[in-house]
């Protein structure tokens, strides 16, 4: 039974595009998923197994056929090893995206990258006085250069410790150091990954998934920080600043651009390269009133945390905002892009723009970046879009009018300084009850779910028992879509925290950034964490990923509960054919590294637990 629109997203724009999709014959991922059911039974347990070519052997999950791969490997090797696989693409996807972003900064700092500069000096001597680079007799750039050497080290290393993990509460630390966790360099954790699930190598659950929290451990507090860092430094930091989000950001009668996958490198460019007098000049001779960017996924919540930007839409969003019709260019760069976007901008006048040299797709232009040429490039792009704008079939637009205000920016620092430059006021609210906790709320989209379905609800539920929430990626989109990122959405807030919003001037959600900005929920509760003496994992604080699709998510819950924070996830994780994996996630995890795993795609009874875990901290910590 094909479902209505109504049953596939709960937000009204995203429907009315759905319907129209409907109409114009356009196929989109819930019509492809449909075409998937039944989905496969062994991928769904994760017990098949590809890793040598005497296989593909699969695990009867009912205990009637096979017990073992050919080479005997059981349901519980063959789960853990594919998770860990998971674990690795996830981490390697954030660290890659951080590698890029300091080799940009190297070549900044030597001057070798134009249009580039240092945006925020304060973050910039401050992370290199974490690598005891001393600024004495140096100019910016050769402290630069330093540090983007020391931040390129810590992917080659052989023995840690990655500088940022000593971030971390004392006492985590020598937890990871007692359980062997603590990662050595980024790229090795990688490859051991891969390295101890060839045929043959790796073959105890347990010891496997203490590699996998290992990697994440090496993301978390590795890659995805120094990407969040060095962003800043090169971007500027954010700080709290109003935009707005959903299809109806798109403007009938201008020029639209969509920036969308994960790396602000480029699009900050395109942002500047919108405002760029020539550009507006050509579009008013192609007939547009001006030229409007606008983000989707990650990319989307750099520059919207940056600079503003509005944001078009979440991940499921990507194929409705060109069903508009009205999207000139559709540039992308890495991860989270859907190669259906070849096909379907083929449909509309949309162009179909790749520009990393890492990621190409069906029926693109390609417009390759490079840092030496970044503002001419994105030059390039927009005048492309804008050469684009007659080709626009006026009958074919259909512009949603909704679109929501926000308030975002909300980095570390910003929340510090909105508190008064000390974590104190935060600590005494949750000390005093009026805030019970922090949920942390992140994580995809999934056609599995209803479209922001489980973001929303779960959202709104933690905020009314007066749980403070922090928020990144594709959560913080949804949030913002359903107006919960505004200080007056503080009015669906219980009591407690509705008075401590009010006073703040700030929304009971805070947006706090990108994917790899989760770093900046770890540092915000280890700046808490250390100020109360005590470890992450003693906080009244839970995480979520309600709508998790991407293996970065599975990387992420891997260094999210690594660090002490207990996470629910929405949908199950490829693990519940072997009992013994599923059984550590969920409990054995506990006496390892204090936090688990729950699987709830209800999410009700999602904030239920997180309420209950933050409920059992709170008292631990004797509060009440
Ligand atoms: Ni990186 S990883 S769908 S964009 S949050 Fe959005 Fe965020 Fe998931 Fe991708
Ligand atoms: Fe089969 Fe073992 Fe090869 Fe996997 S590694 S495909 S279980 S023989």
Redo the contacts with the bound molecule.
């Keep these: 039974m094909k479902q209505t629109a109504l049953e596939r997203s709960i937000d009204p724009a995203s429907q009315s595009m759905l319907e129209k999709a409907e109409n114009d014959g356009i196929e989109t991922a819930w019509d492809r998923y449909e075409q998937q059911l039944p989905q496969c039974g062994f991928g769904q347990l994760g017990i098949c197994c590809r890793n040598c070519n005497m296989g593909p052997c699969r695990i009867d999950p009912f205990g009637e056929g096979a017990k073992n791969g050919i080479c005997g490997a059981t349901a519980d090797i063959i789960v853990a090893r594919n998770l860990l696989r998971m674990i690795a693409a996830g981490a390697a996807a954030h660290s890659d995206h951080a590698r890029d972003a300091v080799l940009t900064f190297k070549k900044m700092s030597e001057g070798k990258a134009g249009s580039y500069g240092i945006k925020d000096e304060a973050k910039l001597f401050s992370l290199a006085s974490e690598y005891g680079i001393s600024e004495e007799g140096k100019s910016r750039e050769e402290i630069a250069s330093e540090l983007a050497n020391a931040l390129l080290a810590e992917f080659g290393k052989q023995e840690g410790p990655i500088q940022y993990t000593r971030r971390a509460p004392e006492a985590r630390l020598r937890l990871w150091s007692e359980l062997g966790i603590e990662p050595r360099g980024i790229d090795r954790e990688i490859v051991e990954c891969m390295h101890r699930t060839h045929m043959g190598v790796d073959n105890d659950a347990t010891h496997i998934l203490l590699q996998g929290l290992r990697t994440g451990l090496s993301d978390g507090w590795g890659g995805s920080m120094i990407a969040t860092e060095i962003q800043d430094v090169l971007f500027g930091t954010p700080e709290p600043k109003k935009s707005t989000v959903n299809l109806g950001v798109l403007v009938r009668d201008k020029v639209n651009v969509i920036v969308h996958g994960?790396e602000p490198i480029l699009s900050e460019m395109i942002v500047e390269a919108a405002e760029d007098p020539e550009l507006l000049k050509l579009a008013k001779e192609k007939g547009a009133t001006g030229i409007n960017v606008a983000g989707i996924?990650?990319t989307g919540?750099e520059t919207l945390m940056r600079h503003g930007t509005p944001i078009a839409g979440?991940?499921l969003q990507q194929e409705l905002a060109v069903i508009t019709g009205a999207i000139e260019a559709m540039v992308v760069d890495v991860?989270?892009v859907m190669p259906a976007l070849g096909n379907l901008t083929g449909c509309y006048h949309t162009k179909f723009i790749s520009t990393s040299p890492k990621a190409d797709f069906p029926g693109t232009v390609r417009m390759e970046f490079h840092e030496e040429k970044a503002y001419e490039t994105a030059k390039e792009i927009i005048k492309t879009a804008v050469e684009n704008f007659p080709n626009r079939n006026f009958e074919k637009v259909n512009i949603p009018e909704e679109k929501q205000d926000c308030m975002v920016g909300f980095s570390a620092e910003a929340i510090l300084k909105a508190l008064g430059g000390t974590p104190d006021p935060l600590i005494g609210a949750i000390a005093g009850g009026a805030v019970k906790g922090i949920g942390a709320v992140?994580?995809?989209?999934n056609v599995k779910i209803r479209h922001n379905y489980g973001h929303v609800n779960l959202v709104k539920e933690l905020i009314k028992n007066n749980v403070l929430v922090v928020t990144t990626?594709?959560n913080a989109i949804a949030c913002a879509e359903a107006g919960l990122l505004v200080p007056e959405a503080a009015a669906l807030a219980g009591d407690g925290l509705k008075g401590v919003c009010e006073s703040l001037g700030i929304p009971p959600v805070l947006h706090m950034g990108?994917?790899v900005d989760i770093s900046r929920i770890l540092v915000l509760a280890s700046a808490i964490a250390n100020r109360l003496g005590v470890d992450i994992s003693d906080l009244p604080a839970a995480g979520a990923a309600p709508e998790?699709?991407?293996e970065?998510?599975v990387s992420i819950g891997a260094y999210v509960v690594s660090s002490g924070v207990f996470t629910v996830l929405g949908t199950a994780p490829p693990v519940l054919g072997s009992q013994a994996v599923a059984a550590l996630l969920t409990k054995g995890l506990d006496g390892v590294v204090g936090a688990s795993f729950a699987v709830e795609p209800d999410p009700f009874k999602a904030a239920n637990l997180m309420l209950e875990h933050i409920e059992g901290k709170r008292r631990a910590l004797g509060l009440n």
């Design positions: 994960h996924c990650c919540n979440t991940f991860q989270c992140v994580g995809c989209n990626g594709c990108s994917c998790w699709m991407s970065k998510a």
